[in-house]
């Protein structure tokens, strides 16, 4: 067999059992179990209010994840009551990767961040893709309604320990890694879809034809 058959070929003593695993960590604190309540109380619809970045995460039938991050002015997902969200769908590349998972497979999970703060919120529900135009008309931006928006049902949220965003030092500009060198979406655009354009021109191209707009 070899490393691409098995690509943890190089490595063992892998954990395989809850057993193994707590044995390693520990058991789950009672009170980090019991913080997961059914549906958002004051204190989330509160969070979700100040955060204007959130990643959302849905799978498809035949097991394949996917990670999506969405960006808006804070307070950019509408609460709709203590067991319901929207969030809108801004112009994008049009993969839709999210969309097309959730047709297939309601489930999705949402990890909300405020700039600064250390603590996120976790949020488990199913979704359902909407074009509700009274929905969409309250989330306008600069005048524009957006195209479509999720319906979240929320099933269950809980807050996140803020440990690895200290240990990250995401909100800390002096701690963040020299960025000098590092390719940006047009050089990897260019590259990775093999476009016959440098990476300045690409860039133009989609400028002149809107691409770029936000809203």
Request: negative net charge; contains cysteine; aromatic residues 8%.
């Amino acid at each position: 067999m070899t490393r691409r058959d098995n690509p943890f070929s190089g490595f063992g003593d892998f954990i395989t059992s809850v057993d193994e695993l707590e044995a390693v960590s520990g058991p789950t604190m009672p009170q980090a179990a019991d913080k997961e309540i059914p549906a958002l109380d004051d204190i989330c619809r509160e969070f979700i209010s100040r955060s204007p970045f959130c990643f959302l995460a849905t799978a498809s039938p035949s097991g394949h994840l996917d990670l999506s991050p969405k960006g808006d002015p804070a307070g950019f997902v509408k609460v709709i009551n203590e067991s319901l969200l929207a969030i809108p769908d801004r112009p994008g590349n049009r993969r839709m990767d999210s969309f097309h998972n959730l047709l297939q497979d309601p489930r999705i999970g949402l990890l909300f961040f405020v700039p600064g703060r250390g603590e996120t919120l976790r949020v488990r529900g199913e979704a359902k893709i909407t074009k509700d135009a009274d929905l969409l008309s309250t989330m306008a931006v600069n005048g524009r309604d957006p195209a479509l928006a999720l319906l979240v049902h929320v099933k269950s949220a809980f807050m996140h320990c803020p440990k690895c965003v200290f240990r990250s030092g995401l909100w800390q500009p002096d701690k963040w890694p020299d960025t000098a060198g590092l390719a940006d979406m047009n050089e990897a655009m260019v590259k990775h879809a093999k476009i016959a354009m440098r990476p300045e021109e690409w860039f133009e191209s989609l400028k002149e034809k809107g691409e770029l707009e936000l809203w």
